[in-house]
């Protein structure tokens, strides 16, 4: 079984930040949340592991 890793993980944090930024640039809202789910589905199918999938969505749950 594996684990959700929630500890800083990229070299070039800001990087993709700015990119993932770019990539939005001229999207409208509903193209933006399309992108955004269609981003989640492919790195979700990279992660593969359903256990890590589910710990990443109640983590993504929790509010500050």
């Given at each position: 079984?594996?684990?959700?890793?929630?500890?800083?993980?990229?070299?070039?944090?800001?990087?993709?930040?700015?990119?993932?930024?770019?990539?939005?640039?001229?999207?409208?809202?509903?193209?933006?949340?399309?992108?955004?789910?269609r981003l989640i589905?492919?790195?979700?199918?990279?992660?593969?592991?359903?256990?890590?999938?589910?710990?990443?969505?109640?983590?993504?749950?929790?509010?500050?």
């Amino acid at each position: 079984m594996s684990a959700l890793n929630t500890k800083a993980n990229m070299s070039t944090p800001d990087e993709f930040y700015a990119e993932l930024l770019a990539a939005h640039e001229g999207l409208s809202k509903p193209e933006s949340d399309a992108f955004n789910a269609r981003l989640i589905l492919l790195l979700a199918n990279h992660i593969g592991d359903r256990t890590v999938l589910s710990q990443a969505l109640r983590a993504a749950a929790l509010k500050d």
